[in-house]
């Protein structure tokens, strides 16, 4: 197509092979957008594409990706808000004929790209490679309790006295080679929910503890371990992972947070009272995020 279609935080340019997306970096842009600057998406790591009516006088042109072609949708496992989907092209309402002309030309650029290959028929089948580039290491994000680190070829966890639990200190700080790791686990922060989660080799699921105990994870807070920061860096290892002829496990997190430590608990709620009489958060979210820490003692 060769052409470009303008929306609102990102721009679409349609190429011979992909779709090269640039996400602006206004203060208004979401910040994952601002984070990733640009990516070029093939058309053949594309399952669909839709065009439906969007908030306040707006269409959207949403690019459904291939389940495990993309390492970044990958690790985030569905807990993106809409808002942040990198495959949403908002456009004002008047450019709705024009965006339906796109999703055509899409649509026919990716049932082309998914006949054209072998074992790319189906919207199912996960290819047997990353098909969008991920982020690029160094990589690195402050969490709650300690500082992440990738440089392409090992993770390190260097832990904090102000928030790592005992059980950390006690292991020390923490070095993973990527040969050893066979997957990432990203919980999405939710103020201060969220946690990310290296999966080692030949590690059974069940004998994971809650991730404030664990030296294998960080834990998120407000300000710590945000989406933008977070994501990218799980996407980087799950990549490198793969490269280096792993299979990459991600795994969703779950949102039941049933046996974790009573004093973390107590803790995080002992911060949340610092972040509320900062002014760092509203009374609507100390209140509902104390009730829900409560209910975890």
């Known amino acids: ?65 291939r389940p495990g072609a993309d390492p970044l949708m990958e690790a985030a496992a569905g807990q993106l808000k809409e808002s942040s989907d990198p495959y949403r092209l908002v456009l004002p309402q008047e450019q ?12 026919g650029r990716v049932e082309k790209a998914r006949t054209a290959g072998p074992g790319l028929v189906g919207d199912s089948e996960r290819p047997e490679r990353f098909l969008v580039t991920a982020p690029k290491p160094p990589l690195q994000f402050k969490a709650y309790d300690g500082k992440a680190v990738f440089d392409g070829d090992q993770v390190a966890f260097r832990w904090f ?13 923490q070095l993973f080679p990527v040969s050893e790791l066979a997957g990432v686990e990203w919980s999405s922060p939710d103020l201060f929910n969220g946690h990310l989660r290296l999966l080692r080799r030949g590690e059974e699921p069940s004998g994971r503890g809650p991730a404030e105990q664990d030296p294998t994870a960080v834990v998120f807070g407000l300000g710590y371990g945000p989406v ?6 799980a996407a980087a290892v799950l990549a490198a992972v793969r490269e280096g002829g792993g299979a990459p496990v991600p795994v969703a997190a779950a949102a ?5 430590d009573p004093a973390a608990v107590a803790e995080r709620i002992r911060h949340l009272g610092e ?14 995020k104390k009730a829900q820490l409560l209910d975890e003692l």
């Open 1 to 65: 197509m060769g052409d470009v279609l303008a929306g609102i935080h990102a721009t679409w340019e349609f190429e011979t092979d992909a779709v090269l997306i640039r996400f602006e970096r206004g203060i208004r842009a979401p910040r994952l957008y601002q984070a990733l600057r640009e990516r070029t998406v093939p058309y053949e790591a594309l399952a669909s594409v839709t065009l439906s009516p969007g908030k306040r006088g707006t269409v959207v042109l949403h690019a459904v990706p």
């Open 96 to 107: 709705e004929t024009l965006a339906e002309f796109y999703a055509d030309e899409l649509r």
């Open 161 to 173: 006295w102000t928030g790592a639990s005992s059980e950390k200190w006690k292991a020390g700080d």
């Open 228 to 233: 933008h920061e977070s994501l990218p860096f």
């Open 256 to 260: 039941a947070s049933a046996g974790r």
């Open 275 to 288: 972040l509320y009489q900062a002014g760092l958060v509203t009374d609507e979210e100390f209140t509902a």
